[in-house]
């Protein structure tokens, strides 16, 4: 059974900075692509950044140079830095295990999601 448990969301101020943390069990973790979503109040699913088997990662313009996605595959883990957050970063954060080839393809697997807010 696949699993994935976000966290480290919450309420951080315009400016500040949060580290999220998924956890993934139930798949081989070392091979497989790991990507951020975000969705808003009244918006669609985003894609915030990806990481690759290989660790090459890949951003959405909205989030590049403040983001910063890595893994540990030692603890089968995916994080997301997030530095200088501003308003319209609130929103519901979650992990998802997938495949790369140029682009992201998510799979069916997704975790609970972690809200972060962000104040102005």
């Known amino acids: 059974q696949v699993q994935l448990v976000e966290s480290g969301g919450g309420l951080v101020q315009a400016g500040g900075s949060l580290r999220l943390s998924c956890a993934a069990s139930?798949?081989?973790?070392?091979?497989?692509?790991m990507g951020w979503y975000r969705q808003a109040p009244g918006k669609q699913r985003e894609l915030v950044a990806f990481?690759?088997?290989?660790?090459?990662?890949k951003y959405a313009d909205s989030v590049r140079g403040r983001f910063t996605i890595s893994r540990d595959n030692a603890k089968n883990t995916v994080y997301l830095q997030m530095n200088s957050l501003k308003p319209e970063d609130t929103a519901v954060y979650y992990c998802?295990?997938?495949?790369?080839?140029?682009?992201?393809?998510?799979?069916?697997?997704w975790g609970q999601g972690t809200q972060v807010t962000v104040s102005s």
């Open positions: 998802n295990s997938g495949r790369t080839s140029g682009s992201y393809y998510p799979s069916n697997y």
């Open positions: 990481i690759t088997i290989g660790g090459s990662t």
């Open positions: 139930g798949i081989i973790f070392r091979i497989n692509a």
